[in-house]
């Protein structure tokens, strides 16, 4: 109790209750000051709690109060489990009562804050059933179900998104990276504005590229329609193929089926199913009674030690005995019939554990069946959940395969013509640089030549140029040299390249030999490949078969070997008993009288003779009983003739003693009547 007290004190001087108290100043706060304390934290739990207890009614408390905490799913200590007495203290401020409540609510604060939001909109409101048979009343209590249920997942989807990871603060700084690049897209489309009104026609070139874009969406957009159309036709056309192989089995399975046959199947499936209903069923569901009521009884009977389960041990080791002896006492009839019987009942046996065998391995398998199709149902529900298609059969996922390896090898000879254009790309690449750095070296040549006529910078800019053109009158002699010396060094540059050329043709020539080469080598290894495909498959089934070879026979082996441990254990019983047989024979033959009454026989026919004097004796009984049944029966009636005598005159003394009191009272009423 007093760690419950140091909780709630703890919880109450702590945001939002602020209280300061200490454990002596809360322990000697009075009924009500203890139940305003309570309203307050069922108001922090709830507003709508927020008042003050002094302007209400103690009933209006109680039963708000016990409302609130019924929503809230409290449940009262063990010792105030009764409604009276509970309510009793929340009216009187019981500490017993209070304190409990205060340390459960403080514990779970926020949980039940969530508790009591959600009850104002998940309770329901009770509604008399004569009431909702009006069709007004009756629609708006389905709408207003209706709402309840759509609170429900919005407020489900609400948690997930708390849950989910997500925070405003990242929102907020996504939100403004976001703003930003909008207003720098914003600055950049004014920036190309800007540059796109000094050209002509800027407005018209502004149309073609929206219409453009435009046409662009439309295109993309008729895309995917058209992807979607193929996806459409593919779905029907496998669905058309579905029902083609469906209709040819069907009737594959009626071309094949005679009635003859139908019949025969049927019977069949009669016979199984009522062999598992008229004998497997009964059978294991009597063994799970049995197993039932044995536990049952095992469990109603008090604990056993030590000795009596040595009572038991000894007790099992007597019947084991005794079940051994009669089994040599049967023996040694030596019955000619019996003999015979055994070997059929033994087959009768095997067969009936055959079938029973059978019928468990039947019923699993059906059970396997059943899990299969339920999780076949669930599978393809999912898929088409998912995917909004349809699950995709063995026959079609073999089609599918065999058009992918198609594809496969496509995609192999496309992505080899790809890797060729890469290389050559590459090539062609390579020679561009050397190109590009021999155009550079031409470009400082050429400008190390204007720099030395006096025109640098001439190939570089336009504002080279138009001060070139603006001094041309000046420099029309200089400008001719420098345009002689110009196409010269153009031809010494037109002469290098051809020379280039003419060293890298023989090259090229290898390199297309060396390319149709690797065409060669690239079919050989495609026909060695499918070579060794075909021969992997061919003994792949080679080893299946011997693995079902090797199975069958490891089966076989294993039936062998029961069945010789079978031979061998029923051959170690009949020693025994062939051994217990001649043990008896010995007995009885012996000339000893003590040992002739250990003998089976002696002790059985001892018995006999026992049960049949108490049977005589019980006879004697039973005639003694049938010839003094009628003076008997003539006794007993008269002694309840006596009986019922002796109570109607216990009723008439009663009576009569009841008259005598009221005549005394009559009398004495009349003599003070006298008296006043």
């Given at each position: 109790?007093?760690?419950?007290?140091?909780?709630?004190?703890?919880?109450?001087?702590?945001?939002?209750?602020?209280?300061?108290?200490?454990?002596?100043?809360?322990?000697?706060?009075?009924?009500?000051?203890?139940?305003?304390?309570?309203?307050?934290?069922?108001?922090?739990?709830?507003?709508?709690?927020?008042?003050?207890?002094?302007?209400?009614?103690?009933?209006?408390?109680?039963?708000?109060?016990?409302?609130?905490?019924?929503?809230?799913?409290?449940?009262?200590?063990?010792?105030?489990?009764?409604?009276?007495?509970?309510?009793?203290?929340?009216?009187?401020?019981?500490?017993?009562?209070?304190?409990?409540?205060?340390?459960?609510?403080?514990?779970?604060?926020?949980?039940?804050?969530?508790?009591?939001?959600?009850?104002?909109?998940?309770?329901?409101?009770?509604?008399?059933?004569?009431?909702?048979?009006?069709?007004?009343?009756?629609?708006?209590?389905?709408?207003?179900?209706?709402?309840?249920?759509?609170?429900?997942?919005?407020?489900?989807?609400?948690?997930?998104?708390?849950?989910?990871?997500?925070?405003?603060?990242?929102?907020?700084?996504?939100?403004?990276?976001?703003?930003?690049?909008?207003?720098?897209?914003?600055?950049?489309?004014?920036?190309?504005?800007?540059?796109?009104?000094?050209?002509p026609n800027h407005q018209r070139m502004l149309d073609q590229a929206k219409q453009l874009r435009v046409e662009k969406e439309r295109e993309e957009s008729l895309t995917h329609?058209?992807?979607?159309?193929?996806?459409?036709?593919?779905?029907?056309?496998?669905?058309?193929?579905?029902?083609?192989?469906?209709?040819?089995?069907?009737?594959?399975?009626?071309?094949?089926?005679?009635?003859?046959?139908?019949?025969?199947?049927?019977?069949?499936?009669?016979?199984?199913?009522?062999?598992?209903?008229?004998?497997?069923?009964?059978?294991?569901?009597?063994?799970?009674?049995?197993?039932?009521?044995?536990?049952?009884?095992?469990?109603?009977?008090?604990?056993?030690?030590?000795?009596?389960?040595?009572?038991?041990?000894?007790?099992?080791?007597?019947?084991?005995?005794?079940?051994?002896?009669?089994?040599?006492?049967?023996?040694?009839?030596?019955?000619?019939?019996?003999?015979?019987?055994?070997?059929?009942?033994?087959?009768?046996?095997?067969?009936?554990?055959?079938?029973?065998?059978?019928?468990?391995?039947?019923?699993?398998?059906?059970?396997?069946?059943?899990?299969?199709?339920?999780?076949?149902?669930?599978?393809?529900?999912?898929?088409?959940?998912?995917?909004?298609?349809?699950?995709?059969?063995?026959?079609?996922?073999?089609?599918?395969?065999?058009?992918?390896?198609?594809?496969?090898?496509?995609?192999?000879?496309?992505?080899?013509?790809?890797?060729?254009?890469?290389?050559?790309?590459?090539?062609?690449?390579?020679?561009?640089?050397?190109?590009?750095?021999?155009?550079?070296?031409?470009?400082?040549?050429?400008?190390?030549?204007?720099?030395?006529?006096?025109?640098?910078?001439?190939?570089?800019?336009?504002?080279?140029?138009?001060?070139?053109?603006?001094?041309?009158?000046?420099?029309?002699?200089?400008?001719?040299?420098?345009?002689?010396?110009?196409?010269?060094?153009?031809?010494?540059?037109?002469?290098?390249?051809?020379?280039?050329?003419?060293?890298?043709?023989?090259?090229?020539?290898?390199?297309?030999?060396?390319?149709?080469?690797?065409?060669?080598?690239?079919?050989?290894?495609?026909?060695?490949?499918?070579?060794?495909?075909?021969?992997?498959?061919?003994?792949?089934?080679?080893?299946?078969?011997l693995e079902q070879e090797v199975k069958a026979l490891r089966e076989e082996i294993a039936q062998k070997e029961n069945q010789y441990h079978y031979i061998n254990s029923m051959?170690?019983?009949?020693?025994?008993?062939?051994?217990?047989?001649?043990?008896?024979?010995?007995?009885?033959?012996?000339?000893?009288?003590?040992?002739?009454?250990?003998?089976?026989?002696?002790?059985?026919?001892?018995?006999?003779?026992?049960?049949?004097?108490?049977?005589?004796?019980?006879?004697?009984?039973?005639?003694?009983?049938?010839?003094?049944?009628?003076?008997?029966?003539?006794?007993?009636?008269?002694?309840?003739?006596?009986?019922?005598?002796?109570?109607?005159?216990?009723?008439?003394?009663?009576?009569?003693?009841?008259?005598?009191?009221?005549?005394?009272?009559?009398?004495?009423?009349?003599?003070?009547?006298?008296?006043?």
């Amino acid at each position: 109790m007093s760690e419950q007290l140091k909780f709630i004190v703890e919880q109450l001087n702590k945001d939002p209750f602020k209280k300061k108290f200490n454990l002596i100043t809360f322990d000697s706060l009075e009924p009500m000051q203890l139940l305003q304390i309570l309203n307050d934290v069922l108001a922090e739990i709830d507003p709508k709690q927020v008042i003050d207890i002094r302007e209400e009614m103690p009933e209006q408390t109680v039963k708000r109060m016990c409302s609130l905490l019924g929503m809230l799913k409290y449940k009262p200590p063990g010792n105030l489990s009764d409604v009276s007495s509970f309510r009793q203290g929340l009216v009187t401020g019981s500490k017993p009562v209070v304190h409990p409540i205060l340390h459960w609510l403080l514990q779970k604060v926020p949980e039940l804050k969530k508790r009591a939001y959600l009850a104002r909109f998940l309770v329901k409101l009770e509604v008399p059933a004569d009431f909702l048979l009006d069709d007004v009343i009756g629609d708006t209590y389905h709408q207003y179900e209706e709402l309840v249920e759509g609170f429900k997942t919005y407020h489900k989807e609400c948690e997930q998104l708390r849950t989910s990871g997500f925070s405003t603060a990242e929102i907020r700084r996504d939100i403004s990276a976001m703003e930003e690049e909008k207003d720098q897209l914003f600055k950049r489309v004014e920036r190309l504005k800007k540059r796109v009104e000094s050209l002509p026609n800027h407005q018209r070139m502004l149309d073609q590229a929206k219409q453009l874009r435009v046409e662009k969406e439309r295109e993309e957009s008729l895309t995917h329609q058209k992807q979607d159309q193929k996806n459409q036709l593919f779905q029907a056309e496998q669905k058309l193929l579905r029902s083609q192989q469906q209709l040819k089995d069907l009737r594959q399975a009626s071309a094949d089926a005679s009635p003859e046959s139908i019949m025969k199947r049927l019977e069949e499936e009669i016979k199984i199913n009522s062999y598992m209903v008229s004998e497997k069923l009964p059978k294991e569901l009597e063994g799970m009674r049995r197993t039932v009521q044995y536990l049952q009884k095992v469990a109603s009977e008090p604990a056993m030690g030590q000795a009596d389960l040595q009572d038991l041990e000894d007790k099992i080791k007597e019947v084991d005995s005794q079940i051994n002896q009669l089994i040599e006492q049967r023996m040694m009839r030596n019955d000619p019939i019996d003999d015979k019987l055994t070997l059929y009942r033994q087959q009768a046996s095997i067969i009936t554990r055959k079938k029973e065998s059978k019928a468990e391995e039947l019923q699993e398998a059906r059970e396997k069946l059943a899990a299969a199709e339920k999780e076949l149902k669930q599978r393809t529900s999912q898929t088409q959940t998912l995917h909004g298609e349809e699950v995709i059969s063995g026959d079609e996922l073999k089609r599918l395969v065999a058009k992918l390896r198609s594809k496969g090898t496509a995609y192999k000879k496309k992505r080899q013509e790809i890797a060729e254009l890469k290389a050559e790309y590459g090539v062609l690449q390579r020679t561009e640089e050397i190109l590009k750095q021999r155009h550079e070296t031409v470009q400082q040549r050429l400008q190390i030549v204007e720099a030395e006529k006096g025109i640098s910078g001439y190939s570089d800019t336009q504002e080279e140029l138009e001060r070139v053109s603006a001094i041309k009158s000046e420099l029309d002699e200089k400008k001719g040299r420098t345009l002689d010396d110009m196409s010269e060094m153009v031809k010494k540059l037109n002469s290098m390249i051809v020379e280039k050329k003419s060293a890298l043709a023989p090259i090229i020539k290898e390199l297309r030999s060396l390319r149709q080469r690797r065409e060669e080598l690239n079919q050989e290894y495609d026909e060695k490949k499918t070579r060794y495909e075909s021969c992997a498959a061919g003994l792949e089934s080679n080893r299946s078969k011997l693995e079902q070879e090797v199975k069958a026979l490891r089966e076989e082996i294993a039936q062998k070997e029961n069945q010789y441990h079978y031979i061998n254990s029923m051959s170690e019983i009949i020693e025994m008993q062939i051994q217990r047989a001649a043990e008896e024979m010995k007995a009885y033959v012996s000339s000893d009288p003590q040992e002739r009454k250990k003998a089976i026989r002696e002790v059985y026919m001892k018995n006999i003779a026992e049960q049949e004097l108490l049977g005589k004796k019980l006879r004697e009984e039973q005639k003694m009983v049938r010839e003094n049944h009628s003076a008997n029966m003539e006794q007993m009636k008269m002694w309840r003739d006596l009986e019922e005598l002796m109570e109607c005159k216990k009723k008439c003394f009663i009576k009569a003693q009841n008259k005598v009191s009221i005549g005394q009272i009559i009398q004495e009423g009349g003599e003070d009547r006298l008296v006043l």
